[in-house]
Every structure is written in structure tokens, then in C-alpha cells.
């Protein structure tokens, strides 16, 4: 199975994987297999997770990643297993952070510059707040200093 674009391989893999945990639970529930056919079917269940967080972190989506990693844990052969999927859980945790910077660098710079443009302009604050003018363009200012300053960032995070 080769795709040019890993996230779609990423959301067959995903597809499979769920597909082959059902039918594991299925043959577990309701017929009455040997425990070595049982082992197999959580092996194949366990493998497609496993091949499905590899391939959204080459698609670059930890989330999705880490939910794959979560679903082989459950049908993971041994214990040793596990521990080696939970600490690459672990180590995709800090990958996914920099999403949350970047979104909160945006939100404070568009609130900023907002508020920048209600306080520069006397006509909206003047009469509701009692300021002066001098001091609705001072806090206007240093709204859109900051601002600016949210977007910078955003945009170094951004690598534009």
C-alpha cells in the first residue's frame, strides 16, 4: 500500500485497524475460539494500531498519533510492549503543544488589536467609560503594541 500523501494512508490504516479491533472483539465475545487464534487476531489489531500512529506522525497530526498508540496498548502482546508504546505516547505529549502557543499567540494578538482599535477611538469610550482622551489613546497604544508584538511571535512560530 503506497500513498503519496501520508494522511491518507494514515486514515486507511486507521480505517483497518478499527475494523480488525471489532471483529477481535466479536471472535472474543461470541465465539469460542482457542486462546492461540484470540492471540492472532490481537497481534494483526495490535500491528495495524501500531503501523497507523507511525503514519500520522509522518502526516504530522500527534493527536490522531497518540489515539492510535492508545487502541495498540489495549491489544498489546506483553507488558514490555506497552511501556515502549506509553513512552512514545509520552514523547508525542510535547510535540502537540505547539499548536496550543501558536493559537494562543493568535487569539491574544487579534483581542489586542481589537481592543486597540475600541480604546483609540474616543467616540466609543469617551461618553460610556468618563476618559479623557489622552488616556484612551495611551491605552490604545499599548493594546496595539501588544498586539503587534502577539502577532510577531505567531508569525516566528509560523516560520513565515
Known amino acids: 500500500m503506497v500513498y503519496e500523501n501520508p494522511k491518507k494512508a494514515a486514515e486507511v490504516l486507521e480505517r483497518k485497524a478499527k475494523v480488525l479491533a471489532e471483529r477481535a472483539y466479536q471472535k472474543e465475545r461470541y465465539s469460542h475460539l482457542p486462546v492461540a487464534e484470540l ?7 495490535f500491528d495495524r494500531y501500531r503501523q497507523a500512529g507511525d503514519t500520522w506522525i509522518k502526516a ?7 489515539q492510535m498508540y492508545q487502541g495498540a496498548i489495549k491489544f498489546a502482546p506483553s507488558e514490555r510492549v506497552k511501556e515502549k508504546i506509553e513512552e512514545k505516547i509520552r514523547g508525542l505529549y510535547g510535540r502537540g503543544g505547539k ?3 501558536k493559537t494562543l499567540f493568535a487569539t491574544a494578538a487579534v483581542v489586542n488589536l481589537l481592543a486597540a482599535l475600541f480604546f483609540i477611538s474616543l467616540n466609543l ?3 460610556v467609560s468618563g476618559m479623557s482622551g ?17 502577532a510577531l511571535l505567531y508569525f516566528r512560530k509560523n516560520k513565515f
Open 39 to 45: 492471540n492472532e487476531w490481537y497481534k494483526k489489531t
Open 125 to 127: 469610550t469617551g461618553n
Open 60 to 66: 504530522r497530526d500527534y493527536r490522531k498519533a497518540i
Open 134 to 150: 489622552r488616556n484612551s489613546n495611551i491605552i490604545g497604544v499599548v493594546f496595539f503594541i501588544l498586539g503587534l508584538s502577539f
Open 99 to 101: 499548536r496550543l502557543e
